[in-house]
């Protein structure tokens, strides 16, 4: 399988937004993950990185 788990950066660590992403689209200040399933989280910042291998997405939140 191919799907990720995004992760928002925060200053505690890594936490889990959302699992078995699909797709990811930054757009105008945010970040729109698409799961398996259809299901949609709006998360409000920026790629910060991805981890092909690790399959993780990191997010840095906007403040």
Do not use: W
């Not at 078995?20 to 799961?35: A, I, M, Q, R």
């Amino acid at each position: 399988m191919c799907e990720s788990a995004a992760y928002i950066l925060k200053e505690e660590g890594l936490e889990r937004v959302m699992d078995n992403v699909v797709s990811v689209d930054p757009f105008e200040g945010k970040v729109y993950l698409t799961d398996l399933l259809g299901e949609q989280k709006i998360v409000d910042g920026e790629i910060k990185e991805i981890r092909l291998m690790d399959h993780k997405i990191i997010i840095k939140e906007n403040k």
